[in-house]
């Protein structure tokens, strides 16, 4: 009877807590919606990586491709018309990738059968490894399906057979056996194509041709990752890792302010707050520069040991700017939170929550690429993401005043939006 | 003649209740003056409302209705006169992590202490509750007296015109009582106001210029404790034993002296005499119906 009766009790405790109650029942649940989003968004109709194209080949074929990266539901392509503009997107982050159909391409193409390879360039932001290699494999899928659909294009098929028979004669001297043999093999590719044009009708191009055809490998995609020094060497990975940690100090800083005003609560020394000659904006005053000295120092800290790893600053007034905007902003989220932290147990469980929720839709663990548009748009309002995005940009993307205004202008606004709620729903006693 | 300093002028309020549409009414209407430089008790049982009236007194909780008034400075909504008032909240209000140095410290800069003044106060309050040997331990590690001391300091350390304490002797020893007690009178002695909460009436009649008792969020009544136990006492009890062993007489009289003179020229004689005076307690039991504390 004892022990049913304690196990009762704590089940009414629990319940009574919402906090508490809330990340028990309803977060997993978020959760498990949350990534059952994220793995069926992986499939179709999906997010999708932002990418910009630059078509240097400007021929028919290299716009066939271009077009077809356009219509990829896997990619968001915008045209860029030079180097430069691309560039500046991925510098900026605004695309993850710039692809190049370089000069040429159409050529290469043409003669695949002699041993051309079909060359694609892509510019990846450093900070987006992984998504580099989606990105390669896309590319290289895409050029296939080109090449498949060329077999049932009897125009093009023709087009690239005569190219590889060109190319041939300018290679390989009459007579000799390889070139018996490869004439043999276009003469055969030839009446494959007309048969099947013949056939035609059929909606070829599907995904099975690509993947038989993947044995060889007659696409070369370049990837390399976009340089921003004017020296263009290569910059040291602590550049990358280390906004990401700010992100995490930050989180870290706000988890504690929130569950100090909780504690405060639970001690009574917020009622001695509150009955003192200071009035309650000057004490959420206080307890904002608090954790704003907390935030500040925190980014800090981490830069410091960034650069004694081998960071090199970019910009030491953007790099000023984008940590005073993030330890603002993160005030602000702190501010917002602390109504939620009725207990110190509701604290920690907003400890643990809410940081894998904005680091995750920030981008901070799952790349945005492979989660669904839904998380996009939320993920454009993470103080967590933009303040990556701020001391990025004084760090090594070298963002100018005006480029700085949008991470910490969302910054600021989503930290005085939260500090707003939070002030209006504190609880003081 | 009383030089009001806080006024009270039908304050109520109301909390909800769960799983009720009836709210609790903690405060009804309550109006009571508190002259200066005077010690004056809210006497009261458990639930009466008293620390909601403190509340209220202090700013914190904001009425539902009417005022609460500081003679000269105005409503303690404003910061600056909460700057003039000093207060003790029924729960401990310390930090634990902090030396009970460092506790005043931090709430002297509250009230906009520095430098020397603050020093000299911070060690003069120390010194008022008794903790001064004790000043550079944490918190954390004070018997409930202590702490309960600490609590006190605070709220006299930046010498403050009104004090507000809030059960400050609960749970104490009667030396830490003693204590609290005796830094309750030297603050009255140098002019300040004291309005002071707790269900020991002893204590309230050893202490108290005046004493407002409260039930339900009303009050009461209204006096010294001789005013009261005169208007709400009733009679003194004088019980006679005489020799032989007869039953006890219970004599009820307003004028104990004339009643046991006029037993004593009967006879069989008098074995023995106790006279019990009404007090607070029989003040509460008639005027409530129930003691002070049940
Ligand atoms: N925050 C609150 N929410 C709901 N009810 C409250 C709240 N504060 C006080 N009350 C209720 O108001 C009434 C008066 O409470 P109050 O704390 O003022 O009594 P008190 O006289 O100080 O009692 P005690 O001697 O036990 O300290 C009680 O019935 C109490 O339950
Ligand atoms: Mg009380």
């Known amino acids: 009877?004892?022990?049913?009766?304690?196990?009762?009790?704590?089940?009414?405790?629990?319940?009574?807590?919402?906090?508490?109650?809330?990340?028990?029942?309803?977060?997993?649940?978020?959760?498990?919606?949350?990534?059952?989003?994220?793995?069926?968004?992986?499939?179709?109709?999906?997010?999708?990586?932002?990418?910009?194209?630059?078509?240097?080949?400007?021929?028919?074929?290299?716009?066939?491709?271009?077009?077809?990266?356009?219509?990829?539901?896997?990619?968001?392509?915008?045209r860029v018309a030079d180097s430069l503009e691309g560039r500046n997107l991925v510098r900026r982050g605004e695309v993850t990738a710039l692809i190049i159909v370089p000069r040429g391409f159409s050529e290469a193409a043409d003669s695949m059968f002699t041993g051309g390879q079909i060359p694609l360039e892509a510019v990846v932001d450093p900070s987006r490894g992984a998504e580099a290699a989606m990105l390669t494999g896309k590319l290289t899928e895409l050029a296939f399906r080109q090449m498949s659909s060329a077999f049932t294009d009897r125009s093009r098929m023709q087009e690239m057979l005569e190219g590889s028979r060109r190319r041939l004669a300018t290679v390989a001297p009459e007579g000799e056996p390889g070139r018996e043999a490869f004439t043999k093999f276009l003469d055969g590719a030839d009446a494959l194509s007309q048969e099947l044009s013949r056939r035609s009708?059929?909606?070829?191009?599907?995904?099975?041709?690509?993947?038989d055809t993947a044995a060889f490998n007659p696409v070369n995609v370049k990837v390399s990752t976009l340089a921003i020094d004017k020296t263009g060497k290569p910059r040291s990975s602590a550049d990358f890792a280390f906004p990401q940690g700010i992100a995490w100090g930050l989180m870290g800083s706000v988890v504690g302010f929130a569950s100090s005003i909780a504690s405060e609560r639970r001690r009574g020394t917020l009622v001695r707050l509150a009955i003192s000659p200071?009035?309650?904006?000057?004490?959420?005053?206080?307890?904002?520069?608090?954790?704003?000295?907390?935030?500040?120092?925190?980014?800090?800290?981490?830069l410091a040991v960034a650069m004694a790893m081998g960071s090199q600053v970019g910009s030491w007034p953007m790099l000023a700017l984008a940590v005073f905007c993030a330890a603002a902003g993160f005030v602000g989220m702190a501010m917002g939170l602390a109504p939620f932290a009725d207990s110190e147990e509701g604290?920690?469980?907003?400890?643990?929550?809410?940081?894998?929720?904005?680091?995750?839709?920030?981008?901070?663990?799952?790349?945005?690429?492979?989660?669904?548009?839904?998380?996009?748009?939320?993920?454009?309002?993470?103080?967590?993401?933009?303040?990556?995005?701020?001391?990025?940009?004084?760090?090594?993307?070298?963002?100018?005043?005006?480029?700085?205004?949008?991470?910490?202008?969302?910054?600021?606004?989503?930290?005085?939006?939260?500090?707003?709620i939070g002030v209006r729903r504190l609880r003081w006693e | 003649?009383?030089?009001?300093?806080?006024?009270?002028?039908?304050?109520?309020?109301?909390?909800?209740?769960?799983?009720?549409?009836?709210?609790?009414?903690?405060?009804?209407?309550?109006?009571?003056?508190?002259?200066r430089g005077e010690v004056f008790g809210l006497l009261g049982p458990n639930g009466a409302g008293k620390s909601t009236t403190i509340g209220m007194a202090m700013g914190l909780v904001t009425p539902e209705a009417g005022e609460v008034l500081y003679a000269g400075l105005g409503s303690p909504s404003e910061a600056a006169v909460r700057g003039r008032l000093g207060v003790a909240p029924q729960s401990l209000a310390i930090y634990d992590d902090l030396t009970g140095m460092e506790?005043?410290?931090?709430?002297?800069?509250?009230?906009?202490?520095?430098?020397?003044?603050?020093?000299?106060?911070?060690?003069?309050?120390?010194?008022?509750?008794?903790?001064?040997?004790?000043?550079?331990?944490?918190?954390?590690?004070?018997?409930?007296?202590?702490?309960?001391?600490?609590?006190?300091?605070?709220?006299?350390?930046?010498?403050?015109?009104?004090?507000?304490?809030?059960?400050?002797?609960a749970g104490v020893d009667p030396q830490s009582r003693d204590a609290i007690l005796g830094m309750v009178r030297r603050l009255s002695s140098e002019g300040v106001t004291v309005v002071y909460t707790t269900h020991y009436m002893e204590e309230a009649q050893r202490l108290c210029d005046r004493i407002g008792i409260i039930d339900h969020g009303r009050l009461l009544a209204l006096g010294t404790v001789d005013e009261l136990v005169a208007l709400h006492g009733g009679e003194t009890l004088v019980r006679i034993t005489r020799a032989g062993g007869a039953a006890e007489q219970v004599i009820r009289t307003t004028d104990p002296v004339a009643a046991l003179r006029s037993a004593m020229e009967r006879s069989p004689p008098i074995d023995g005499v106790r006279i019990e005076r009404p007090d607070l307690e029989s003040v509460f039991l008639s005027l409530t119906g129930r003691t002070l504390r049940d």
Not at chain 1, 278 to 302: D, E, Y
Not at chain 1, 347 to 360: E, Q, S, T, W
Request: net charge positive; hydrophobic share 50%.
């Open chain 1, 1 to 78: 009877m004892g022990v049913l009766a304690i196990a009762m009790n704590d089940i009414r405790l629990l319940l009574r807590d919402k906090a508490a109650a809330f990340f028990t029942f309803l977060f997993p649940l978020l959760f498990a919606m949350f990534f059952t989003f994220v793995f069926r968004g992986g499939g179709g109709g999906g997010g999708a990586m932002k990418v910009a194209v630059l078509d240097e080949d400007g021929t028919r074929g290299s716009a066939r491709l271009v077009s077809e990266i356009e219509a990829d539901s896997a990619l968001k392509a915008r």
């Open chain 1, 201 to 211: 009708g059929d909606e070829s191009t599907n995904d099975a041709t690509s993947s």
């Open chain 1, 278 to 302: 200071l009035t309650r904006g000057q004490i959420l005053a206080g307890k904002a520069l608090g954790c704003f000295v907390t935030c500040v120092l925190v980014q800090v800290l981490l």
């Open chain 1, 347 to 420: 604290a920690a469980g907003i400890a643990r929550a809410v940081p894998m929720v904005l680091a995750m839709i920030g981008g901070g663990t799952i790349p945005l690429a492979f989660m669904p548009p839904f998380f996009e748009t939320l993920s454009s309002a993470s103080p967590f993401k933009w303040a990556i995005v701020a001391v990025e940009g004084g760090l090594w993307r070298g963002f100018t005043l005006r480029e700085m205004l949008v991470p910490c202008g969302i910054l600021l606004g989503v930290g005085a939006v939260c500090f707003a």
């Open chain 2, 1 to 35: 003649m009383l030089v009001r300093m806080l006024e009270l002028r039908s304050i109520r309020k109301s909390f909800a209740r769960r799983g009720s549409v009836d709210r609790l009414v903690a405060v009804d209407g309550l109006s009571l003056a508190v002259g």
């Open chain 2, 103 to 169: 506790n005043l410290v931090h709430f002297a800069r509250l009230y906009g202490l520095r430098g020397g003044s603050l020093t000299s106060a911070v060690s003069a309050a120390l010194e008022a509750v008794g903790l001064a040997d004790r000043a550079g331990d944490l918190a954390r590690t004070y018997s409930g007296g202590m702490k309960r001391r600490l609590n006190l300091a605070a709220a006299i350390v930046h010498n403050p015109d009104v004090v507000l304490l809030d059960e400050p002797t």
